[in-house]
């Protein structure tokens, strides 16, 4: 009788916890379906490479130009600008914490890092507002700060902690054997590092990296807030540019319902999430070819 | 005993809500959605009517003009903020619906044409705003300024506040590409107190000593000159309701036209309509 009711009470955690599992698979699914559903009906309207190779974007004018280029150059931009400054920042920090600071330093360190990632991405836009633009305004004497530049700065110091803790934790995991074995045929601590210990965690690092660009190409109120919104193609990282997300989150509240435009908005958010999928894939597709290269069945 | 404590929980509970059922189930609920210009308007009458109407429960929400409209169309809201008028595609998609999008005008709105508070320049005409913006000017200098690049800072495409810049003072045209974007009317505001060559435009609710309202044709951006009619980039701001408003709805705008209302429209930065 017992042993009975524990089976099944087995079985109803085994439920609850699987169609929690699948809920999130649920979720995706309906957030995959909405895009296309709302989404490609543009592509009637307007064209597949109009939309993606047009380099005007007008949607509510009298004679309307959905051009999205200038939006998704906007978006590469400003998420390689932050990529140039999160993979130092967070790789180095990673490097720091794993391999220099002692036990104490790493306990303070890692904890304060990690919580940079907690504050809310409006705060990050305050900040790039009111104190990062009218400094780089005056440094370089723009005529206005909001560039595509003050857009990658933020995005990068967002992305550090995710490069950082991923990588942190990769490095963590890399074996004491391999180390060891390296000392052990004279190696300094410089060659450990950069030819046993670095190529091991590579697999983590990278995939910390892509995380870390995934991030800032779908960061929202930040770039909106701090990259101007000039839907133009970007010619230097110091011209206010206009990202994917900016634009879908400034007009989707006040488009008309049904409209050309509002369908353009959800396209702009499946280019987007195709965009990302991709970054997602190639993260997989690097972090397992390295993990067969050095043999570990992680 | 615990039995005991919980059947007394129970009867207090169950008294408290029957003495105060006389309010809870008479509450007649009013929602509104809309513009976000509005949204000071609809808080503050919204807060006022509850005060003298204690059976009245009003909730306002934003999400801006279309949403507004939307939300008539839908049957979502009972009163709709825009703060552009209703479009013919809207009027027909509640027709579908079997919606009459009815407006109701509660307000007047100045748009003013701001800059930067160091900027020498003091009024513009029409004619070189629009100039500006679709991209013929780009140095102050060519309107009596300083020899400096104007940064022209234009709102999302799809906002009440822009369409009706873009038909006052553009005709309709379009502004030139490299424009900057914000978002709302703050934003636009703080963008121009921060940047020294930057021009923009706003809701005449939100001028305020960090940025400098210019004079358009030669009218400086007023309450007086917008009644009047003498400043052009004016507009009429609306709350929609599906019909002609009734019950607890029609009692509201008409607090909202009423001498109060229209006190708490002036004070919120906005034009009475009368």
Redesign the interface.
């Known amino acids: 009788m017992k042993a009975n009711a524990r089976r099944i009470k087995e079985r109803i955690y085994k439920y609850i916890f699987s169609a929690l599992a699948f809920a999130s698979l649920l979720f995706l699914v309906g957030i995959t379906i909405t895009l296309f559903v709302e989404g490609t009906p543009l592509f009637k309207e307007v064209g597949f490479f109009k939309f993606l190779g047009g380099t005007l974007w007008y949607p509510t004018h009298s004679e309307p130009e959905y051009g999205i280029l200038p939006l998704i150059m906007g978006s590469l931009w400003v998420t390689a600008g932050a990529v140039a400054i999160c993979v130092p920042l967070g790789v180095g920090s990673a490097l720091f914490i794993n391999e220099l600071a002692s036990r104490r330093t790493r306990a303070f360190l890692k904890p304060f890092i990690e919580l940079l990632a907690g504050i809310p991405s409006i705060v990050y836009g305050f900040f790039g507002i009111v104190i990062v633009a009218p400094l780089i305004q005056d440094l370089l004497n723009l005529p206005v700060g909001l560039t595509a530049f003050s857009g990658s700065l933020i995005l990068g110091i967002m992305a550090t902690p995710t490069v950082c803790s991923i990588s942190e934790d990769a490095l963590n995991f890399v074996p004491k054997e391999f180390r060891e074995a390296s000392f052990a045929v004279g190696a300094n601590r410089w060659q450990t590092l950069t030819r046993v210990v670095i190529p091991a965690a590579a697999s983590g690092i990278s995939t910390s990296i892509i995380l870390g660009m995934s991030r800032a190409v779908g960061e929202t109120m930040t770039v909106l807030m701090v990259t101007g919104g000039a839907a133009v193609m970007p010619k230097t990282f110091f011209q206010p540019v206009r990202p994917m997300t900016a634009t879908i989150a400034a007009e989707m509240g006040e488009t008309v319902m049904g409209s050309t435009h509002y369908h353009s908005l959800f396209a702009i958010g499946l280019i987007l999430f195709l965009i990302t999928l991709v970054f997602n894939i190639v993260a997989e597709l690097i972090s397992r070819r390295f993990r067969l290269k050095l043999g570990l069945g992680r | 005993m615990k039995n005991k404590l919980f059947l007394k929980v129970m009867a207090a509970v169950t008294g408290i809500a029957l003495l105060s059922g006389g309010y809870a189930f008479a509450a007649k609920n009013i929602t509104i959605k809309g513009s976000t210009t509005l949204l000071p308007i609809a808080q503050a009458c919204a807060e006022a009517f509850m005060n003298q109407h204690l059976d009245v429960d009003i909730s306002v929400q934003?999400?801006?003009?279309?949403?507004g409209i939307?939300s008539i169309i839908d049957d979502t809201a009972d009163i709709g903020d825009a703060s552009r008028p209703a479009?013919d595609?809207?009027i027909a998609?509640g027709k579908e619906n079997g919606v009459d999008v009815y407006a109701n005008v509660v307000a007047l709105d100045g748009i003013a044409v701001i800059i930067h508070p160091g900027n020498p320049v003091t009024g513009l005409k029409n004619d070189q705003i629009k100039d500006i913006y679709t991209g013929k000017i780009s140095n102050w200098k060519e309107v009596g300024g300083n020899n400096?690049?104007i940064?022209v800072v234009s709102r999302?495409?799809?906002?009440?506040t822009?369409?009706t810049f873009n038909k006052l003072a553009l005709d309709?045209e379009?502004v030139r590409?490299?424009?900057?974007?914000?978002?709302s009317n703050q934003?636009v505001a703080?963008?121009i107190s921060?940047?020294k060559?930057?021009i923009g435009y706003i809701g005449m609710g939100y001028l305020s000593d960090a940025v400098k309202g210019v004079d358009v044709n030669g009218i400086s951006p007023t309450k007086e000159n917008v009644i009047d009619g003498s400043y052009i980039l004016a507009r009429k701001l609306f709350m929609y309701t599906n019909g002609k408003p009734q019950g607890a709805t029609a009692d509201f705008i008409l607090f909202v036209l009423s001498d109060d209302g229209q006190k708490i429209v002036e004070k919120e930065g906005f034009v009475p309509i009368k």
């Open positions: 934003g999400g801006g003009s279309g949403v939307a479009k595609k809207e998609k400096a690049k940064v999302d495409s799809s906002s009440g822009f369409e309709g379009k590409p490299d424009a900057l974007l914000q978002a934003a703080m963008t921060r940047t060559g930057a």
